[in-house]
């Protein structure tokens, strides 16, 4: 753009276009040096020839900002965009603070159209929008306000990275909240994180590179604790997989290796063998949370290559079912028993064994029974007088 003092703002006609930007320039202070060059800046009026001045900003930060992603994909290609950018997108996942929540990606849906619309994207359908899904990073609160240079209440991450170790940091950090959420800054939830990981660490040193291989047959505790294993899989997968509730990864993460610590050093071999197989499930399922500790543990469980080209854990279906399932028993709606049965048990065999057990006869000796109601997987109710 052009600024005439008669004219006032005119553009620079077509055929002028591009304008090519001086490249002698030495930086030195934020401001633009086209501001102090009059050979860029004086110029002829393109509609009356007067002397007038030519625009320096030549470019809004929003014209950068609203396409780079499609960029990116093909950040050596000779023109705009080439065909990698149509491989590419949309973004899949896009994570961004509240902040941007409006202009940006306001003027990022604008452009991606715009590049679809002069052929720069295909106008397919799949590329009318630039993001699959946005993901909304909460805040950094301290005492209750947002951290800010100005306000001076800011933590230094390097400080608790020096101290504890970038993985204390990061489990810290995505333990604290889910990550749409504001993070209220805690010096002693990141104590908390901090002893986890040790704990875990002795744990699997203690365990060590030597388990036994898992047996055919399970004793019922093994099998308890195979399923409390395969059922922190499956909750730290779901957890993870699209929905970034990372704090609850992490908790169930916490809960099973509690659950892991309890099991002694002379347990029955299958015990140990299953201990073995959820410490190397945990150490997987900690790997993107804590990838440095992952990585040494993952050496010391005596499995071979780097734990980040490793195959995620897959929970087993089998190990995840109950065989049994405990039910209480009422009579006229009063708690009397609770009795285990096969998962699978039918109505029929259920009531047969209810009533059939001597306890359950005791209380209804002297009374009819009417009605049996078998709530599957809850209660059995005795109607009798
Ligand atoms: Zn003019």
Not at 115 to 139: I, N, S, W
Not at 333 to 339: I, N, P, Q
Request: include cysteine; glycine fraction near 6%; charge should be negative.
């Amino acid at each position: 753009m052009i600024h005439c003092p008669l004219c006032g703002v005119v553009p620079v006609p077509e055929e002028d276009l591009p304008v090519i930007l001086p490249t002698h320039y030495q930086l030195k202070d934020p401001r633009s040096p086209l501001l102090d060059d009059p050979e860029f800046t004086q110029v002829a009026c393109p509609q009356c020839g007067a002397a007038a001045r030519r625009e320096t900003d030549t470019m809004d930060t929003f014209v950068e900002s609203s396409w780079y992603y499609a960029r990116f994909a093909c950040p050596d290609a000779g023109q705009m965009l080439d065909q990698r950018a149509a491989d590419w997108l949309p973004v899949d996942q896009y994570v961004g603070g509240v902040e941007h929540a409006v202009l940006h990606l306001l003027y990022a849906r604008f452009f991606n159209r715009l590049l679809r619309d002069v052929g720069l994207l295909p106008a397919d359908g799949a590329h009318d929008e630039p993001f699959r899904h946005l993901l909304t990073q909460g805040m950094v609160l301290k005492d209750g306000s947002k951290m800010s240079k100005s306000k001076g209440n800011t933590v230094d991450p390097q400080g608790l990275i020096d101290r504890y170790g970038a993985d204390t940091a990061r489990l810290f950090i995505l333990f604290a909240a889910p990550p749409e959420q504001h993070l209220e800054w805690s010096d002693s939830a990141v104590e908390g994180a901090y002893r986890f990981l040790n704990r875990f660490w002795r744990l699997v040193h203690e365990y060590g590179a030597t388990p036994p291989a898992l047996p055919a047959e399970l004793s019922a505790e093994a099998v308890d604790l195979r399923r409390a294993v395969h059922q922190c899989i499956d909750r730290v997968s779901r957890n993870m997989d699209g929905r970034y509730h990372f704090n609850v990864a992490i908790a169930a993460i916490m809960e099973l290796t509690n659950s892991l610590m309890k099991v002694p050093a002379d347990a029955p071999a299958d015990l140990r063998a299953v201990l073995g197989e959820g410490l190397r499930a945990l150490t997987l399922l900690l790997a993107p949370f804590a990838p440095h500790i992952a990585e040494v543990l993952w050496q010391k469980l005596g499995q071979s290559g780097v734990i980040s080209h490793a195959s995620w854990p897959v929970a087993d279906a089998g190990a995840l079912r109950c065989d049994t399932v405990t039910l209480v028993i009422q009579i006229n709606g009063k708690l009397r028993e609770r009795m285990d049965f096969p998962a699978d048990a039918d109505h029929a065999s259920v009531e047969q064994t209810v009533l059939a057990d001597s306890a359950m006869q005791r209380h209804l000796e002297g009374k009819t029974v009417r009605k049996v109601i078998i709530v599957p997987g809850r209660l059995v109710n005795v109607v009798a007088g």
